[in-house]
């Protein structure tokens, strides 16, 4: 007789990794925010694992991936600005603001996913 306890999709053993890796991603996400590359990676795997996670998760996940392009946009457009000479200092304020925009959002997504809550709104730009 095997030890191995293999469960069907849909446990909570099956959710507990959904909710692990949602987790990483937003530890990459605040990492991105240092280190760029993490970001693309979080996002990357947010598309692979939204259609497949609970609900609840899948409110994560999209919450993530609205974050990632919202502040892509965010970037390009303050990196135009400081390419011009009058517009320079709005880029650089531009820069910290998405900056702490997406730390901020990084950490309440975090803290409502360890206390096992979905996202109120995914689709918002706000926290």
């Not at 692990?20 to 598309?47: D, H, W």
């Not at 965010?74 to 730390?103: D, E, N, Q, R, Y």
Request: net charge neutral.
């Amino acid at each position: 007789m095997s030890d191995t306890i293999y469960e069907p999709e849909g446990t909570p053993a099956a959710d507990r990794d959904d909710k692990l890796m949602a987790g990483l991603n937003y530890v990459l996400f605040l990492i991105g925010n240092i280190i760029g590359v993490s970001s693309l990676v979080a996002v990357i795997i947010a598309y692979a694992r939204r259609d497949a996670a609970p609900h609840w998760l899948q409110s994560h996940y999209t919450y993530q991936i609205k974050s990632f392009w919202a502040a892509l946009v965010g970037l390009v457009a303050c990196t135009l600005m400081v390419f011009t000479v009058i517009l320079s200092p709005f880029g650089l304020i531009g820069f910290a603001l998405i900056w702490v925009w997406m730390l901020v959002r990084s950490i309440v997504g975090l803290v409502r996913l360890l206390d096992n809550r979905g996202h109120p709104d995914p689709h918002g730009m706000w926290v």
